[in-house]
């Protein structure tokens, strides 16, 4: 199985609230991965977690803000986000986050911000 | 940054002819990655080449690991409808280890 689950799958906010997206792997995978994917374009990184800690991050605005409960959950908490931010947020994850990974997709969350 | 240039970016074939996109790069890589991508879905996964010169196949679909590490190409043959969206060659280096370095993606429509 190499399934990556990822909810909500349609998410519409206003500039002031606070969401959450949630991402969920049960491959036993110790590295994940948050993207942001605009129309028509390549997925681009955002953060990456290793082992439940953050080792990568895209000088991604403080708007977004990511969290690794534990090995499975991968959580990205939204607040005051701007109309351009409205993308579709991918996940991923890979089993150890090494030059020789594959790395697995979510479905994604089409976020659009009002 | 590395960039991947994939092409062509885009084709329009008629069902049952064979296809074939390619990526380049002026960098090295230890590992290709072929994705599928549909209209709102996340990428697929389709084939992982982990050494130069490797040749791999999933039903339909070939690719390969250039010998130089620096291209990989994927074939499609006898194309059907649901071979359309949008194919993205992805690639990892030493060094930057998590990172994936995506191509430009081509988009493939195909008629009956």
């Known amino acids: 199985d190499t399934e990556v689950t990822q909810t909500p799958k349609h998410l519409v906010m206003g500039m002031t609230n606070k969401k959450s997206l949630k991402c969920e792997q049960h491959?036993?995978?110790?590295?994940m991965y948050w993207y942001k994917q605009k129309a028509k374009k390549p997925p681009e990184l955002m953060f990456v977690?290793?082992?439940?800690?953050?080792?990568i991050n895209e000088s991604v605005p403080s708007r977004f803000s990511p969290e690794c409960p534990n090995s499975s959950l991968l959580n990205l908490h939204l607040h005051a986000l701007q109309p351009e931010d409205s993308a579709l947020y991918l996940c991923?994850?890979?089993?150890?986050?090494?030059?020789?990974?594959?790395?697995?997709f979510g479905p994604g969350t089409r976020l659009t911000v009002l | 940054g590395q960039q991947l240039n994939q092409s062509p970016q885009s084709m329009f074939i008629q069902e049952g002819e064979d296809v074939s996109m390619n990526c380049t790069s002026s960098?090295?890589?230890?590992?290709w990655l072929w994705y599928k991508q549909e209209p709102g879905e996340g990428p697929v996964l389709l084939i992982a080449?982990?050494?130069?010169?490797e040749l791999t196949s999933n039903g339909r679909l070939t690719a390969q690991f250039g010998i130089t590490r620096k291209d990989s190409f994927l074939n499609i043959s006898a194309s059907i409808p649901s071979d359309v969206g949008i194919y993205f060659c992805?690639?990892?280096?030493?060094?930057?280890?998590?990172?994936?370095?995506f191509g430009t993606g081509t988009r493939l429509q195909v008629t009956l």
């Open positions: 991923a994850s890979s089993r150890r986050g090494g030059p020789w990974d594959t790395q697995y």
């Open positions: 491959m036993g995978h110790r590295a």
């Open positions: 977690y290793s082992y439940e800690k953050l080792s």
């Open positions: 960098s090295i890589f230890n590992t």
């Open positions: 080449l982990y050494k130069a010169g």
């Open positions: 992805a690639g990892l280096v030493t060094g930057t280890a998590s990172k994936l370095t």
